[in-house]
């Protein structure tokens, strides 16, 4: 019997937290591999800092997903354009059904957010790279100062060594730590 690498069983691990629900609340956790930014940045096809200005759920082929807008104010890996719809597995149609995956981050409209997002399927649907772990919430403070707000309590992390960690919740990181990361991990997979 063949064995399964270890990046795929911890990805059948996590989708097997898939739960249909009728509300938000009902899905507790999933699993994903323990990622730094530098992980993500390695494994995203399109890394995107803007404006979601709207999150519309619907059905397509027995599946639910929930296709944002979002205005564009920074692009670091993907083609640059000012505004983006994103369609992520998952959502809650406007009767209140639904289906969420565990582990999945929250994107809220109104909020700025920084994804690290999967390249596309077939559909063009996207994954957050690590779940929760791909998607920081950008605050602005009064100064013009920016903090990354990264919630992965829903999620279980497994490390490289197979150990299992509870989501560290929600964590502030700097933006100028975290963006000169994402760029020192870019020019590292430029020079490949």
Do not use: N
């Not at 940045?41 to 995107?48: A, C, N, Y």
């Not at 790279?129 to 791909?134: W, Y």
């Not at 999620?155 to 100028?176: K, M, P």
């Amino acid at each position: 019997m063949r064995l399964l690498p270890f990046a795929a069983t911890a990805l059948i691990v996590g989708l097997a937290g898939v739960a249909i629900v009728s509300r938000p609340g009902g899905v507790v956790a999933g699993t994903a591999l323990r990622m730094e930014v530098p992980e993500l940045v390695r494994g995203s096809d399109l890394i995107v800092e803007g404006r979601v200005l709207s999150g519309e759920a619907f059905e397509s082929d027995g599946r639910i997903e929930t296709e944002y807008l979002i205005e564009v104010e920074r692009t670091f890996v993907g083609e640059d354009q000012p505004y983006r719809a994103v369609r992520i597995p998952g959502g809650v149609l406007p009767d209140g059904s639904g289906m969420m995956l565990a582990g999945m981050p929250r994107i809220t409209p109104g909020e700025t957010a920084l994804l690290f997002l999967s390249e596309a399927g077939a559909t063009g649907v996207r994954m957050p790279v690590g779940l929760a772990q791909g998607k920081f919430q950008v605050l602005e403070a009064e100064s013009g100062a920016k903090t990354l707000v990264r919630d992965s309590s829903g999620v279980t992390l497994v490390d490289r060594s197979g150990a299992l960690h509870r989501g560290e919740g929600r964590s502030v990181l700097g933006y100028a730590q975290v963006t000169a990361e994402i760029e020192a991990a870019l020019a590292a997979r430029r020079a490949r």
